[in-house]
């Protein structure tokens, strides 16, 4: 069954809870779906009068924010044999080059890769264990954290619902045509924040492989 039909299926408490559920234990550090869940809740609350966009995006934020916050925790605690062992269970995403990646763009972005970290599912998932184990301070960590999360996760719900709103506007004059347009239009706005955020780490990674070669072509 796809997402919105199983969606439809179940009570808007049941997915407020999902929502903040899904998208906390993604933030906690295990891979899980959590944008489709929202993107997926938040058109269906465009459709649907039960569901109040406002409570979704607070539950979306609070589970992003909490699970974070409990990665870190545990990121602290854990430290680097933590990664290794789910690098293990997970070597998908938490192989060492993943890890290494992530880990450059921390020491070189410090909070903003917590706060553009929220826009990238790898980052996503990474964001708080890694900050537990490289030990930023907490308070850094919860500001970047707490922004992220408000923005991507009440931005993401925001742009979406309207986005459902207008293509259900349009879908009364222009047959379903105007949905894919509308959702598009919305999809692509979420797609440059990604690709800003994404730019951001990829320099953070090759600007420490350019030191050493440098270093060797002075020499």
Known sequence: MHVQEWLEAVPPVAIYALVGLVIG??????????????????????????????????????????????????GRKGGRPMLAWLGKKFPRHFSEGHVATAERSFEKWGMWAVFFGRFIALLRIFAGPLAGVLHMPYW??????????????????????????????????????????????????????????KSAAQKAESEPEAEPAAAAAAE
């Open 140 to 197: 850094k960590f919860f500001i970047a954290n707490l922004f992220g999360g408000i923005v991507w996760a009440g931005g993401t719900t925001a742009v979406i619902y309207y986005v459902g709103v207008v293509a259900e506007s349009w879908l009364k004059r222009f047959s379903w045509l105007g949905l894919v347009v509308a959702v598009l239009i919305g999809l692509t706005s979420m797609i440059v924040l990604k690709r800003k955020a």
């Open 25 to 74: 234990l993604e933030s906690l550090g295990i891979p899980l779906p959590g944008e489709i869940i929202l993107v997926s809740s938040a058109l269906l609350a465009s459709q649907h009068g039960d569901i109040n966009p406002v409570v979704l995006g607070v539950c979306a934020t609070a589970g992003a924010v909490i699970g974070d916050s409990i990665g870190y925790a545990i």
